[in-house]
């Protein structure tokens, strides 16, 4: 992190709910342009950390600060104008197009009940073709398969003109082929610039998507590294409390995870 600029800055957080510790005592940044995973077992405080983080929940104790500027002294709009959500289920019920959808991301820009501007018609069509949904513009959300509502949820994001993406889980309930399609679409992202922190379950979304990863585990950050590193010395066991295989792709960089318990 020597020399790059710390677009998220993360101070001592912690978070509790009804007088229950959440998270404890969590520190970490993130570079402009990097891409973070955050992983953990079930119940670790991961989608509550980036709740934390986006200024979605506010932190008991410490500071988050985006791009300089400390969450809790940011309006919604200031929020919404530095960070777009993409999350792990929903839309099914949306009465919206794909277009008006995205169309209605572009809020955190216009004064209040003004009309949509040539601007915003601009960044709407650049996010239907960056998602690959421009021939699913007319088509109500609610009438999309899972994997097609999520690229059109994910336009929605782009559209909003932020530099930084928070992604909860964005491949759950997505067959194999719209998993390859999605993170294909997320790598995109960010390697166009935009900052990336998505929340995971999956190891392998993490090891060959991420540059690093957060490892979370009852409410406290255990593990900081690159994605590459996580393999070594029995880290994702202590992590997960199971036993790991590894393996390689031919040709590959980075090894796959799996639990030894499930390998016949």
Same mark, same amino acid.
């Given at each position: ?39 953990? %077992? ?19 104790? /410490?500071?988050?600060?985006? /791009? /300089? ?41 216009? %004064? ?112 900081? /590294? ?39």
């Amino acid at each position: 992190m020597s020399g790059a600029e710390k677009l998220i800055d993360v101070r001592s957080l912690s978070y509790s709910i009804g007088g229950k510790s959440v998270l404890s005592d969590i520190s970490f940044s993130v570079a402009r342009g990097g891409f973070l995973a955050i992983i953990g %077992p079930n119940g670790a405080g991961k989608s509550t950390l980036l709740k934390c983080l986006g200024g979605l929940n506010e932190t008991t104790e /410490g500071e988050v600060f985006i /791009g /300089g500027r400390g969450v809790r002294s940011m309006s919604e709009r200031d929020i919404a104008r530095r960070v777009a959500w993409l999350h792990q289920s929903g839309g099914d019920r949306l009465p919206f197009t794909v277009r008006q959808f995205a169309m209605l991301s572009r809020y955190p820009w216009r %004064p209040v009940l003004s009309g949509a501007s040539s601007e915003d018609e601009a960044f709407v069509a650049e996010a239907l073709r960056g998602a690959g949904v421009e021939k699913l513009a007319e088509r109500r959300i609610s009438t999309l398969s899972g994997g097609e509502r999520q690229r059109a949820l994910l336009a929605a994001a782009l559209a909003q003109g932020t530099d930084m993406l928070f992604l909860d889980e964005p491949t759950s309930f997505l067959d194999y082929r719209h998993q390859v399609d999605m993170m294909a679409l997320i790598e995109e992202i960010n390697g166009r610039g935009m900052t990336v922190l998505m929340v995971t379950h999956d190891i392998n979304l993490a090891l060959h998507g991420a540059g690093d990863i957060l490892a979370v585990k009852d409410g406290r950050a255990v593990w900081r /590294g690159s994605a590459g590193d996580i393999c070594e010395d029995g880290v994702l066991s202590d992590i997960f409390e199971t036993d790991f295989e590894f393996f390689r792709a031919a040709g590959g960089e980075r090894p796959y995870a799996v639990p030894r318990g499930i390998i016949r």
